[in-house]
């Protein structure tokens, strides 16, 4: 195991610089760098700063480094590249132009335009060669941490059988000041994960000026800390990027042997703007156009035409040669793993199967049963579904924010994903070390130990999403999703297959008291847009909601019970239609119904106790779970209507939670016993009451709303 650095190691080294820019390179920098300017020029916006800076960093990327084919985007044997300064999109457009990824010049003509491939910030499945979506600072370096992550369970599967795929990363100061970049450097050092190669745009300029206004901190010594091969690239002679010291830097960072196994953080001064001869150094041109005037001047000196858009023949021949680059690193990649697979048949197999695309319905008839009448908490019954869910597929693998006991979350026997010299015995996470990859080397377990960073945990598991070889599932409480809101808005907005388990889901937590009882939670959640948010009533419902998340295109978070509830004496089957359709008729009237009691989780058996109270009283009511709003208002009109009939306008919901976003569903005379403030300390029983989450308040609204529709 190697040794972990501490802030006494020794400084980081510094690479020499030998020449390896030819004129052709120089000249095809000079073009990025002119295209950057007119992009932003024309479209009157845009971050033109680290644009010009970097423009020798990405082509030294592109076209020396990044193991990439720009013919086939999706090759499965590329490395990935996050420009994690999301902002400086046109620094990776000018690139993906230049190497041959099909993005024109019209297309940076239309730099963020309405309809564009050139969006304002790199978008995942809208520009191709953009690997992840990005903008919010800090969350590129994480999800990489991800992305590193999973393929480094690959190579374990693979057995260094093929070439091993790198993460390049290109962050900013800003990146590195987001609290995030703390979580994600730890995970990524106490993982070794040596292919993860983060370079840090070290400009020192921020909008408002010097980062000796905001921080003073020793960013090097942090990472060396957490367990990072760090190295310094300083300024070239002429002020410009060192590109001989970077390019040797580069190499160390991948493929030498100095990174001692460590992920690699290359510390590059650069000059914000160079050589824009009043741009450069400045604030101002972080976040604006240059101006014509600086624009042509900064062209004269680059030695390129003052046209906007040329780039020549020769410059874009040059750069097209990363497509014969990357088809022969593509054919050798293809070649290792066709050979690797013949030598060793039986992992192939195991490997194929592990990584093939998820059916759901090849899992339903491996969710445990769960008999009617029994009492068990939902936290409980996933914990079940994730042992059973990880018999019959080796691709399902997580962790929880050091709450696995709580959230039920381990896997047993599955082993914790940790370096390959840990993985003996019980090992230091005290889980037992075999798994479906048992006896290979490398990161294998099953059992990510994440501790408590929720806002990297979230990234990198997008970032495990994205390589798309493993369903990735978190762990935390309910109300510690506010610690992962960034992650979980770019897991929606780039449509990620994960989840997230999320247990304590109300005041019913008990002697916790209001710090951890959520009430605006999900109300909250609900409103982000492409977030499924699944709340089970029993246990029942736990497992369908496991088999609707695997199947469906995008995030969905789990809210689990912590107290044991009632499993309701139901279908699984009709169950598992009703869960993916969002809500259902879970007890209904003798005939039609004169009110209906809307509810979700633990308070589905607090309507059925109502519905029975009512029923005595000569009132007929349907009790109606909805474990996901979203996926029923989803449905057409003709199955709401069916489980919401218009003509009854006599409804309450029931939730443990604030009643925000609820009258859609019941109306103007609807009614609502919900929590509306934050919650005690009590025990479960004497909270839901102080709380007003009782039967009789459901009897009472129900009375009340039937008055103000007319109904009594």
């Known amino acids: 195991m190697t040794a972990r650095p501490t802030a006494s190691s020794p400084s980081p080294s510094t690479s020499v610089s030998v020449p390896v820019f030819g004129e052709a390179d120089r000249r095809a920098v000079a073009v990025a760098r002119a295209l950057a300017m007119d992009a932003v020029e024309a479209a009157g916006s845009g971050h033109p700063g680290t644009a010009l800076a970097l423009a020798p960093v990405a082509h030294l990327l592109f076209q020396r480094h990044i193991r990439h084919d720009p013919a086939d985007a999706a090759w499965e044997g590329r490395d990935r590249f996050v420009l994690s300064c999301g902002h400086a999109s046109i620094l990776q457009y000018t690139q993906l132009h230049l190497a041959g990824y099909g993005l024109e010049l019209a297309d940076l003509r239309r730099f963020r335009q309405l309809g564009s491939l050139t969006p304002g ?228 197999a195991a490997r194929a199967h592990a990584i093939r695309p998820l059916d759901p319905a090849e899992t339903a008839d491996a969710l445990p049963a769960f008999p009617p009448g029994s009492v068990i908490a939902p936290r409980d019954a996933s914990g079940a579904v994730i042992q059973a869910l990880a018999e019959r597929l080796p691709r399902l693998w997580g962790g929880s924010a050091d709450l696995g006991d709580s959230n039920r979350t381990t896997i047993k026997a599955g082993g914790s994903f940790l370096p390959a010299d840990e993985q003996t015995g019980e090992g230091t996470s005290g889980h037992a070390a075999t798994s479906d990859l048992s006896g290979t080397s490398g990161l294998a377990g099953r059992n990510i130990h994440w501790g408590v960073r929720e806002h990297a945990m979230a990234a990198a598991l997008n970032g495990i999403a994205i390589v798309g070889y493993d369903t990735p599932f978190a762990g935390t409480f309910l109300t510690f999703s506010d610690y992962e809101r960034p992650s979980l808005r770019l897991a929606s907005l780039m449509r990620l297959p994960v989840v997230h388990v999320w247990s304590h889901d109300s005041v019913a937590l008990g002697a916790d008291g209001p710090t951890h009882q959520p009430v605006e939670h999900l109300a909250s959640l609900r409103a982000m847009p492409g977030l499924s948010v699944v709340r089970p009533a029993d246990a029942t419902e736990t497992a ?123 109306g103007d005379a609807g009614r609502a016993v919900t929590v509306d403030g934050f919650g005690t300390s009590a025990s479960a029983s004497d909270a839901m009451t102080a709380m007003g989450m009782t039967r009789d308040a459901v009897v009472t609204a129900a009375l009340d709303s039937l008055g103000a529709a007319g109904s009594r």
């Open 544 to 666: 369908a909601g496991w088999l609707a998340a695997l199947g469906h295109r995008g995030p969905v978070g789990l809210v689990l019970a912590r107290q044991g509830l009632p499993v309701l004496d139901t279908d699984p089957a009709a169950v598992r239609e009703g869960v993916a359709r969002g809500a259902y008729v879970v007890a209904d009237a003798p005939g039609a119904p004169d009110v209906l009691l809307l509810a979700s989780g633990s308070e589905v058996a607090l309507a059925l106790a109502a519905r029975e109270e009512l029923a005595g009283r000569g009132i007929a009511a349907r009790v109606v779970s909805v474990p996901c709003k979203d996926w029923f208002t989803e449905q057409d009109a003709a199955y709401r209507d069916t489980v919401l009939p218009p003509a009854v306008r006599a409804r309450v919901v029931v939730e443990a939670a604030t009643v925000f976003g609820w009258h859609d569903l019941i």
């Open 121 to 348: 910030h790199p978008e995942l499945g809208h520009t191709t060669g953009v690997e992840m979506t990005t903008g919010p600072l800090g969350q590129g370096v994480a999800t990489a941490v991800g992305m590193a992550m999973a393929l480094k369970r690959d190579e374990s599967r693979l057995a260094g059988g093929v070439p091993d795929r790198t993460v390049w990363v290109l962050c900013s100061d800003g990146d590195l000041q987001e609290g995030i970049s703390y979580e994600a450097g730890a995970l990524a050092g106490r993982h070794r994960l040596d292919n993860l190669v983060v370079v840090w745009d070290d400009n020192s300029i921020q909008i408002e000026g010097s980062t000796d206004l905001t921080t003073r901190e020793d960013t090097a010594a942090r990472f060396a800390a957490q367990g990072w091969f760090v190295q310094r690239v300083g300024l070239g002679a002429d002020g410009d990027i060192d590109t001989g010291a970077l390019d040797a830097a580069l190499t160390a960072a991948s493929t030498g042997e100095e990174h001692g196994g460590r992920p690699s953080l290359i510390v590059l001064k650069s000059q914000i703007a160079w050589p824009a001869p009043n741009a450069v150094n400045t604030p101002a041109a972080h976040g604006a156009p240059l101006g014509a005037a600086e624009v042509a001047a900064t062209k004269a000196l680059l030695g390129v035409a003052e046209e906007p858009f040329t780039v020549p023949a020769d410059v874009l021949e040059h750069t097209r040669g990363a497509l014969a680059r990357g088809a022969a690193l593509h054919r050798a990649w293809d070649k290792a793993l066709e050979q690797w697979a013949l030598a060793h048949p039986e992992r192939a």
